[in-house]
């Protein structure tokens, strides 16, 4: 059987997929593995993999690494501030954009000064855009820190590769039907951190999340979490439920864009970051996750996939292109 079930509550069932049967599976089972990833998507808008092609050890060096990048001062890390929507590279420490949700002056205060920052980020782009180059760690502060990223960044895009053309077979397409839209990589590699967090913060503001509810905007987002747990996806019935971590596995799912592309047949849902369910008596621990944001290439335009309707009238959208969809997104939320 190509797949179990990650997650099964609430009427949200998310396969667990071994995906060497489709890297080097049989036909059949090749095949059988692309429906799965396909349904996946199509129904719960997420999967998690497992025996995927980036290897336990370079994912492990890569949240050392991420860890020893956080690490830093803020200055050292603000001095690498994200600037543009157009550039999405960077650090970001957005702590205070979730506390402003407070009514009560006192409250804010009390937040703020027990949790500076529920969430800190960092960006790494596409290398050589001419404009908008990566804002690199000086020399000799976060050893092979570049070297190891960018090693980690064209990893990420050859799986992003992969899974498209799953989803090709999946939908019965040409197995490279995608290739040519996502071969550049314009995606975004985001190193997570939430720092550890006094429980009385999620007490005093029960609204209070690590990373609010939302949905992504590319084709498909690869996220590796540790083991701390905390993510959570929406379900059918509008309940959030726990998205578990598993040692090895890739959590993927599908976003705004690749939805549009598949006029809605494949949907890309919302999810958001609690704390976890683990805490001691004081603190919730840190967690890192690492999200890898794949993006069709920013020149191409995107339109309902063949198969995905059979007269033109039932296309929901007008075509648009991947790049300017991916700005007027990220406009809106920065
Ligand atoms: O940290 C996580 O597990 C999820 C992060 C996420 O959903 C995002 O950055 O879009
Ligand atoms: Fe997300």
Sequence with gaps: MASDAAVSKEGLLIPLIDFSLFLSGKPSERNETAKAILHGFQTAGFIYLKNHSVPLDDLKHAFSTSARFFDQSLDDKLALGW???EANRGYSAPGREKVSQLEEIDDIEKVRAAAPDLKESYEIGREGVEGF?????????????RTDMMGFFDQCKELHVEVMRAIAVGMGLDEEFFDRFVDVGDNTLRLLHYPEIKSEIFKINPGAVRAGEHSDYGSITLLFQDNRGGLQVKS???QFVDATPIE????????????RWSNDTIKSTIHRVVEPPRKTAESYPPRYSIAYFCNPNFDSHIEALPGTYSAEQEKKYSGINSGDYLVQRLTATY
Excluded at 133 to 145: A, D, I, L, R
Excluded at 248 to 259: F, I, M
């Design 83 to 85: 600037t543009t929507p």
């Design 133 to 145: 180059p990566n804002q690199w760690p000086k020399e000799g502060t976060v050893t092979g820190f």
């Design 236 to 238: 059918p019935n509008g």
């Design 248 to 259: 090895g596995t890739v959590v993927v799912n599908a976003g705004d864009l690749l939805a």
